[in-house]
């Protein structure tokens, strides 16, 4: 993989800000159809091994190509490394007319990590209207771990996100973020293509990093989302946490008007025992 | 089967902080006045800008969260929307 295909630091933080990449008609219109004719055929039916290495499956299949096009294939790779392994995929067909319940959730159970995810890559090989209720997402919600459907209470929050988008589009998902399908209201079916995948290596600095210093960085790990409100300040530290675990440097120094990473690090420790530990990087990637 | 003409509207307002006029950050309606099948899209639009808003328009408060303190070593964390008040409101049905 060429180091310019991959992706850059202003668009990882993005993803570290908001929990999600979106890549319109990212997959030509030809594959599209392919991959649609390969589903209607049942070729995508079956689940593979889970932790089998990912580029050893569907090798000569539509999904094969379009997860081996170097766009695609650069940006699973600036998230989870060369090799990731397989963990499932999924054919979501909404039929049209058929309503949605509440169905907010995140997928599994209580993610134990402190700072490694997975990725949720789902694709759309058709167009998705406001109608057909494509897959609707909450910016900065990857940091809120939670029991897979326990947040099915919470039917809409400021800020959500409902795709409407072209065929061949991509979304590539934080693990952790907060989703749901929304009714198809339409007369066609919506036709989403889910794949989960986790990464092999540990996931520091796995994307073109010439850019690691450029000050629009900042201020997109500090850019505020209403909904987050009165712990905004919270998930401005959850995004510094992560960012200096995928730079793999403790010590950035966030001099910024909000400085909350700073701030903390700053603590005294015989004082702070309890806050500073809570920074601490526990996934061992930083040496002291 | 219950005798009440009466049914149950339930409004769960998420707020931004413990202040009933603090803002609304996320919402659920459940309608118990009707058996129509609920569609979450009916009620995408921002009900009210806060508890006190709904107050003032009819709705009874019957839940307010308490405030916790976090548990050690979770102090940075988050997870489910903290500030939850379940407000009600009691409708005459038709027979």
Redesign the interface.
């Given at each position: 993989m060429n180091k310019t295909d991959l992706l850059d630091s202003v668009t990882m933080a993005k993803f570290v800000s908001n929990g999600y990449l979106r890549f319109d008609e990212i997959i030509p219109k030809d594959l599209c159809e392919e991959s649609k004719e390969a589903i209607a055929l049942g070729e995508m039916d079956a689940y593979d091994k889970v932790g089998a290495p990912f580029y050893s499956l569907w090798e000569h299949s539509a999904m094969g190509k379009i997860f081996r096009l170097t766009t695609v294939r650069a940006i699973i790779e600036s998230l989870l490394g060369p090799n990731p392994q397989y963990d499932h995929h999924y054919i979501h067909n909404k039929k049209a007319h058929t309503?949605?319940?509440?169905s907010l959730h995140q997928d599994g159970t209580y993610d134990t990590r402190d700072f490694g995810f997975d990725l949720l890559i789902c694709f759309f090989p058709d167009d998705v209207s406001e109608k057909m209720?494509g897959t609707l997402v909450v910016p900065g919600s990857h940091?809120?771990?939670?029991n897979s459907g326990?947040?099915g209470?919470?039917?809409?929050?400021?800020g959500q996100q409902q795709l409407v988008c072209k065929a061949g589009t991509i979304l590539f998902m934080h693990s952790n973020l907060w989703h749901s399908g929304?009714?198809n209201?339409s007369d066609n079916d919506r036709l989403l293509f889910k794949l989960r995948l986790n990464p092999t290596v540990e996931q520091v600095r796995l994307w073109n990093t010439e850019d690691i210093n450029d000050s629009e960085i900042l201020t997109i790990l500090g850019e505020r989302m209403?909904?987050?409100?009165?712990?905004q300040r919270?998930?401005n530290?959850?995004r510094i946490r992560l960012w200096r675990y995928m730079i793999g440097d403790p010590t950035p120094d966030f001099t910024t008007d909000k400085l909350w990473g700073t701030k903390?690090d700053d603590m005294p420790k015989v004082i702070y025992q309890?806050?500073v530990?809570?920074?601490d990087m526990k996934d061992s990637v930083v040496s002291e | 089967m219950s005798e009440s003409k009466y049914r149950q509207k339930i409004l769960i307002l998420y707020l931004g902080n413990a202040s009933l006029n603090s803002e609304v950050v996320g919402w659920s309606l459940y309608d118990g006045t009707t058996d129509d099948e609920a569609d979450i899209i009916d009620n995408e639009e921002l009900p009210y800008k806060s508890v006190l808003a709904a107050m003032r328009d009819g709705w009874r408060v019957i839940g307010i969260p308490t405030i916790n303190s976090p548990l050690i070593g979770r102090e940075h964390k988050t997870d489910y929307l903290q500030f939850e008040f379940v407000l009600e409101k009691m409708e005459l049905i038709d027979e």
């Open positions: 309503n949605d319940t509440d209720g940091f809120r771990k939670v326990a947040i209470r919470y039917q809409n929050i400021v929304r009714s209201h209403p909904w987050h409100s009165g712990e919270l998930e530290i959850n903390l309890d806050s530990r809570s920074l | -």
